[in-house]
């Protein structure tokens, strides 16, 4: 879908303002939705689909997701959430997976970012090298 430029400027600046310190606010952007939805000026619905956009790419990009072979102890957990925080700042959610098809190691995704330590990736390197 083309959004237009004015469409996007407005998108964005609707999504600065629901931020507070940098991180999003849920509340705002409720409440910048319904004044939106009630006012409905021009391009509304593709200033509507853009701040869409904007907030899922945000949320994505404040999640991470940690897929090992066996359940981790608290320690590593602690560990590696210290880890991923030190890098990607305090507000990131992380949620610890279980995925017996690693073989082992570990499988870090924050947003778009992908860190495979697994052996199986590691088994599937080894072979398209034959």
Not at 55 to 65: C, G, Q
Not at 87 to 111: D, E, H, S
Request: proline share 2%; with cysteine.
């Amino acid at each position: 879908m083309k959004i237009s430029k004015q469409a996007q400027r407005g998108a964005r600046q609707l999504f600065r303002g629901c931020q507070v310190n940098g991180l999003l606010d849920e509340n705002r952007v409720r409440q910048a939705v319904k004044l939106l939805a009630e006012k409905k000026p021009r391009g509304y619905v593709e200033i509507l689909a853009r701040l869409h956009r904007l907030v899922k790419l945000d949320l994505e990009r404040r999640a991470a997701r940690v897929e090992s072979a066996s359940s981790l102890t608290p320690e590593l957990q602690a560990e590696v959430s210290g880890e991923i925080k030190k890098k990607y700042g305090n507000a990131v959610n992380i949620a610890f997976t279980q995925n017996p098809a690693l073989i082992g190691g570990l499988r870090i995704q924050v947003g778009s970012d992908l860190y495979d330590g697994s052996v199986k990736t590691r088994l599937e390197k080894l072979e398209e090298s034959f």
